[in-house]
């Protein structure tokens, strides 16, 4: 470990009370900062440069995972040492994990969504949230949507704060790595897609048709953007208006249906495997 903070600072410490704040979602808008707890989100957010802005922890846990305090250091990033009580007192959830960075926002505009683009060989894959209120849902979407290699998740309408802390947790450090889009209409995120060329497509339970018959019909092979629903109410008509194709997910079993992020999961690997499919030529 390169470096070990020479006290603790106390409940009362001006940048402390600073991060406590950010608790509240109109603090954190206010200053474009957001809390990321636990070693795993903390090295993510470390991974991203400039995400960053400081770090609290207890002794034990600075111990346990000195890289964490290499990686701030090399970067430059404020360490700071707190009690176990301190550090409840910031973190969000009823037994910390002795970590809390606190981190600028990471979203962007929706028009820029797609220029930064990694490859250019596999067609783009973008998720759309439509008033997506769940927090947990929004976090493991996000999550799914970075294992799949989707090119950014879009948080539309009246869908929960990205920086929620439940949805931060529930992305598991995935929230570092995909581009995020927040605070625009599903109407404006629907018509940014079909400009850049993207297929948009409304996963229902009253689809037209099934994924896997529109897999087999090649829908899926090209640039692509996926609209999902609202937990309990899904799509309105209105929203599904705006696609190019509604699709459902076929229930083989007896299950009445599947929840958000299954449904997510499902969809978006079945279309990079078509995308990924075409460009590797099987």
Known sequence: MSRTPASEVGAHNARVKAARRLRKRAIRSRERL???EGPQAVREALGRPDSVVEVFATADCAARNGELVEAADAQGVGWYAVSPVVLSSIAQTVTPQGVVAVCRFLDREIGGLLADRESTAVPPLVVVCADVRDPGNAGTVIRCAD???ADGVV??????DPYNGKCVRASAGSLFHVPIVAGVSVAEAVGELRRAGLTVVAADGSGDTDL??????GL???PTGWLFGNEAWGLPAEVTALADAVVRVPIYGRAE???????AAVCLYTTTRAQRRVV???
């Open 155 to 160: 948080l539309a309408g009246s869908s929960v």
């Open 257 to 263: 249906s599947l929840n958000l992020a299954t449904a």
């Open 220 to 222: 899926f092979a090209g």
């Open 212 to 217: 896997h018959r529109t897999d087999d019909a």
């Open 280 to 282: 590797e030529g099987d």
């Open 147 to 149: 294992a799949a290699g």
């Open 34 to 36: 957001f809390l990321a």
